[in-house]
C-alpha cells in the first residue's frame, strides 16, 4: 500500500513540475538595494520602470511595467514584477532575456540583468 501511494504521489510531482515547466510565470518577485552615489542608502517610496528585452543593447522592450510608490526601507525593496501589466507568456520562449530597472527621473540602470 505504501509503494502505491509513493507512486501516485511521484506521478502527481511530474504532473504538477511538467505543468509548471510549460507556462510562463505569471509573476516574478525582484528584490534590489538602492543607494544614492555617495553609499547612503534610500528611505523613500518611489517609481520605478521595469523592462524586459532579448538583449542587452536593444531599446525595444518585449514587456514594461511602471510601479508607483515603490517603498524603499534601508536601501531595500521587493517587488512582483506583471502586478500591474500581466507579462505575455510569449515574452519567455526559452531565450535568455534582460531586466532593465529605472528608478524614479534616472536613466535606466547599466548594466541590465
Not at 22 to 27: D, E, F, G, K, M
Not at 68 to 94: C, H, K, Q, R, Y
Amino acid at each position: 500500500m505504501k509503494i502505491r501511494s509513493l507512486v501516485l504521489a511521484a506521478i502527481l510531482v511530474l504532473s504538477l513540475a511538467s505543468l509548471a515547466a510549460a507556462q510562463a510565470p505569471a509573476l516574478i518577485n525582484y528584490q534590489g538595494k538602492l543607494a544614492k552615489n555617495s553609499g547612503t542608502l534610500l528611505d523613500t517610496a518611489i517609481t520605478m520602470v521595469f523592462s524586459i528585452y532579448t538583449n542587452e543593447y536593444t531599446s525595444t522592450y518585449l514587456w514594461r511595467e511602471t510601479q508607483n510608490d515603490v517603498a524603499v526601507e534601508s536601501g531595500i525593496f521587493s517587488v512582483l514584477l506583471g502586478s500591474s501589466t500581466a507579462i505575455p507568456e510569449s515574452v519567455f520562449d526559452g531565450s535568455i532575456r534582460y531586466l532593465g530597472v529605472k528608478v524614479g527621473s534616472d536613466a535606466e540602470m547599466s548594466p541590465r540583468r
